[in-house]
């Protein structure tokens, strides 16, 4: 006991410093400079100075507690971040509260027309629980990138929105073949002719 208690240096509390306080794991998102911006396991173990299992523990009962949500990127990655709600959701987020907050934290909930946001939770897009979420946010996210290029091409969203937003999708192309014909249901949006590659947004 006594050389455990040397070699391993305790907190102000008497705690020993490997057992961190979930407050502790939640200041590190909360000090990100981009809100917006999903943090790994490496980057809470660096913030933290603790061992790559200790981040991943803390970070995994933070999401069982709903502090926190969690998607896998790529074949072995994994990404966290604070949940934002909806207009009806939880009111711990006052993004429609201030009309005069214009920052991008507050475009998905206050700018979009409420017919918009709906056609955007019925889109019919593959998988479903965080996944569909996920996807659902990349069509969102392709939706407003059209209201601001209105002549955007196939190769414009593949370069500006799939690589934010991949939802999960192997390849740019399988992102494209689930995201287009959900982004033609949408108020607004006018899609190419058959042959024609320019898309066009009408709304307003």
Same mark, same amino acid.
């Given at each position: 006991?006594?050389? /455990?208690?040397? =070699?391993?240096? #305790?907190?102000?509390?008497?705690?020993?410093?490997? #057992?961190? $306080?979930?407050?502790?794991?939640?200041?590190?998102? /909360? /000090? %990100?400079?981009?809100?917006?911006?999903?943090?790994?396991?490496?980057?809470?173990? /660096?913030?933290?100075?603790?061992?790559?299992?200790?981040?991943?523990?803390?970070?995994?009962?933070?999401?069982?507690?709903? *502090?926190? =949500?969690?998607?896998?990127?790529? +074949? %072995?990655?994994?990404?966290?971040?604070? &949940?934002?709600?909806?207009?009806?959701?939880?009111?711990?987020?006052?993004?429609?509260?201030? &009309?005069?907050?214009?920052?991008?934290?507050?475009?998905?909930?206050? *700018? %979009?027309?409420?017919?918009?946001?709906? +056609?955007? +939770?019925?889109?019919?897009?593959?998988?479903?629980?965080?996944?569909?979420?996920? #996807?659902?946010?990349?069509?969102?996210?392709?939706?407003?990138?059209?209201?601001?290029?209105?002549? +955007?091409?196939?190769?414009?969203?593949?370069?500006?929105?799939?690589?934010?937003?991949? =939802?999960?999708?192997?390849?740019?192309?399988?992102?494209?073949?689930?995201?287009?014909?959900?982004?033609?249901?949408?108020? @607004?949006?006018?899609? $190419?002719?058959? #042959?024609?590659?320019?898309?066009?947004?009408?709304? @307003?």
């Amino acid at each position: 006991m006594g050389e /455990e208690s040397r =070699a391993r240096p #305790r907190n102000e509390h008497g705690q020993y410093v490997d #057992r961190i $306080p979930l407050d502790r794991v939640l200041n590190v998102f /909360e /000090e %990100r400079e981009d809100f917006a911006r999903p943090l790994t396991a490496t980057d809470v173990m /660096e913030a933290l100075d603790c061992s790559r299992r200790t981040a991943h523990n803390k970070l995994n009962e933070l999401e069982e507690r709903g *502090d926190l =949500a969690t998607r896998k990127v790529g +074949a %072995r990655s994994r990404v966290w971040w604070v &949940p934002m709600t909806g207009p009806e959701g939880s009111p711990n987020t006052g993004v429609q509260a201030d &009309p005069t907050d214009t920052t991008d934290a507050a475009r998905p909930t206050s *700018d %979009r027309p409420p017919a918009v946001s709906n +056609a955007i +939770a019925d889109a019919d897009l593959p998988g479903s629980g965080p996944m569909l979420d996920a #996807r659902r946010e990349a069509l969102a996210a392709a939706y407003e990138y059209l209201a601001d290029h209105p002549e +955007a091409k196939k190769a414009d969203f593949l370069r500006d929105v799939y690589h934010d937003y991949p =939802a999960g999708f192997e390849s740019a192309e399988g992102w494209w073949n689930a995201i287009q014909p959900a982004l033609k249901q949408l108020p @607004g949006v006018d899609p $190419p002719e058959e #042959r024609g590659h320019i898309w066009h947004f009408l709304g @307003g």
